[in-house]
């Protein structure tokens, strides 16, 4: 949901997150061919983990990064093979900064990691190809959803949860919603029929915004985004998660921050959204 401290929205040093990027192939036949490694924990299942530093906020690198993610996912091979295992669930994450994470420690406690797990224990063979952006507001996630085309419709599941960036930043809900539309037709039509979208907190009690009044950040701002995710989301038959209604303020303070979730904070993100996943794929 979120991408970027709101204290440093406009630090054009892009003082953040180091970039990051690992990757392990699958083929169209489902087959993957993995390295184990340290970089996740075992249980964690295959991954393909891509973040960059909050100062790469401009769509063209964004569209790069992901584009080099999506290419290394569809090569058929790659050395040091020690072990195959079948994909049997590809699960699709498109959002900002806590998608990969930020507020757990470590960020394989992040919301998306959470859900990944259960879906591991689940259905054996869950791979999970995250796709957050930090500091990503939905122009950059179209182009994130442009690029998942090459699946053809073939995953199984995706998740999107967007929109607070856009709202901190001022940007026009109606926009908000004709890029939303976009996004998650493109997104139904092209990479999973299988669509789950979480709408967004009452930022007005988070206590980044408590502290220092953002004229951007209201009540009434936060609804019609809200509003907007509500009006989209059956056009494609995705699945709605009341974050809204159904979480706390204190479920997003992280340390000075104030923003991002904190570890209980994705913990309880996950488990709404895991429900309303669990639900959609006739799983309980």
């Not at 420690?105 to 995250?130: A, H, K, S």
């Not at 139904?188 to 709408?199: F, G, L, Y």
Request: with cysteine; hydrophobic share 40%.
């Amino acid at each position: 949901m979120y991408g970027e401290s709101p204290h440093l929205a406009n630090d054009s040093t892009g003082a953040g997150f180091a970039s990051s990027f690992a990757a392990r192939p699958f083929s169209s036949s489902r087959r993957l061919t993995q390295r184990e490694n340290d970089i996740y924990p075992r249980d964690q299942g295959p991954v393909l983990f891509c973040s960059v530093a909050t100062a790469m906020r401009k769509v063209n690198i964004a569209t790069s990064i992901v584009g080099v993610c999506l290419a290394s996912l569809l090569m058929s091979a790659c050395g040091h093979v020690e072990q195959e295992r079948k994909i049997e669930f590809i699960y699709l994450a498109f959002g900002t900064s806590d998608a990969i994470g930020v507020g757990a420690t470590p960020l394989t406690e992040g919301y998306v990691y959470l859900i990944n797990q259960d879906l591991q224990q689940r259905i054996p063979g869950t791979f999970l190809i995250n796709l957050g952006l930090p500091g990503a507001r939905i122009d950059a996630l179209n182009d994130q959803v442009r690029l998942a085309k090459h699946f053809h419709g073939e995953a199984d599941l995706a998740t999107v949860w967007v929109g607070a960036n856009d709202l901190v930043h001022g940007d026009d809900p109606s926009r908000f919603q004709t890029d939303l539309r976009q996004l998650l037709r493109r997104l139904q039509s092209s990479v999973s029929t299988t669509v789950v979208i979480a709408n967004l907190p009452d930022l007005t009690q988070l206590p980044a915004f408590r502290a220092m009044a953002n004229p951007a950040v209201t009540l009434a701002r936060v609804k019609a985004f809200n509003l907007a995710i509500e009006v989209e989301a059956p056009y494609v038959n995705a699945s709605i998660v009341n974050v809204f209604g159904e979480s706390s303020p204190d479920d997003f303070a992280v340390d000075e921050d104030g923003f991002h979730p904190t570890k209980a904070g994705h913990r309880r993100i996950a488990n709404l959204i895991r429900k309303v996943i669990l639900e959609r794929v006739g799983l309980q």
